[in-house]
């Protein structure tokens, strides 16, 4: 199943209906998803389902619909277990961008969360996860795949927020500010890290 979040909404492509809040559910067919995202607009349709026996042939059709922007970021452990967070726009995030051209999605992880956060002694892990979300822009609807990886960082140097993006701060957060973080983030952030603590159990990562 894949979960794709537009105005921090669900739209989920699976093989069933899944079990969720005001949803509709659709069969086999990806040609009504600009209307049903025009009624996802400030609507109380709070999330919307579509069926296919197969969820990747379903992604692969519904992916065509839009321009994609492919992004990759980084959740980076410390010493400590501590989480890497950025606080951009009054929300906490993960520190990400978009992959330039000839860079790998690795290599873009990297300086991403390098540039992003200024953070040192920076080492890649494994692959973790990918997550999916719609936006507008200039009027016109945007995919956004964003590729995660787990990282690791001994560095004690001061972290330096990218301020001319945006980004306020940039901390390593314990368990407890972690928590409270994820109270105020995206939804796709909260799985994506529920994700990474259930698969830590790697001793490679």
């Given at each position: 199943m894949y979960v794709i979040f537009y105005n921090n909404?669900?739209?989920y492509?699976?093989?069933?209906?899944?079990?969720?809040?005001?949803?509709?559910?659709?069969?086999?067919?990806?040609?009504?998803?600009?209307?049903?995202?025009?009624?996802?607009?400030?609507s109380e349709?709070?999330?919307?389902?579509?069926?296919?026996?197969?969820?990747?042939e379903l992604?692969?059709?519904?992916?065509?619909?839009?321009?994609?922007?492919?992004?990759?970021?980084?959740?980076?452990?410390?010493?400590?277990?501590?989480?890497?967070f950025i606080f951009r726009n009054d929300i906490w995030d993960l520190p990400k961008g978009k992959i330039e051209t000839g860079e790998s999605i690795d290599q873009a992880a990297?300086?991403?969360?390098?540039?992003?956060c200024g953070v040192?002694?920076?080492?890649?892990?494994?692959?973790l996860d990918k997550t999916y979300h719609i936006y507008k822009h200039k009027g016109a609807f945007i995919f956004k795949i964003t590729h995660w990886f787990k990282m690791s960082s001994d560095s004690d140097k001061p972290l330096i927020p990218q301020l001319e993006e945006g980004i306020t701060k940039a901390q390593?957060?314990?368990?407890?500010?972690?928590?409270?973080a994820l109270q105020n983030t995206y939804p796709n952030i909260k799985l994506l890290i529920e994700n990474y603590f259930l698969t830590t159990n790697s001793p490679t990562d």
């Open positions: 909404k669900p739209i492509l699976s093989s069933k209906v899944v079990d969720c809040d005001s949803c509709l559910a659709f069969k086999n067919d990806c040609t009504t998803i600009f209307e049903v995202l025009n009624q996802m607009d400030g349709l709070n999330s919307v389902c579509f069926i296919h026996h197969n969820p990747d992604f692969k059709k519904f992916s065509q619909n839009f321009k994609i922007i492919e992004a990759a970021g980084g959740v980076v452990k410390n010493p400590k277990q501590d989480l890497l990297l300086r991403e969360v390098t540039e992003e040192a002694n920076l080492s890649l892990g494994s692959f390593f957060l314990d368990e407890i500010a972690q928590n409270k």
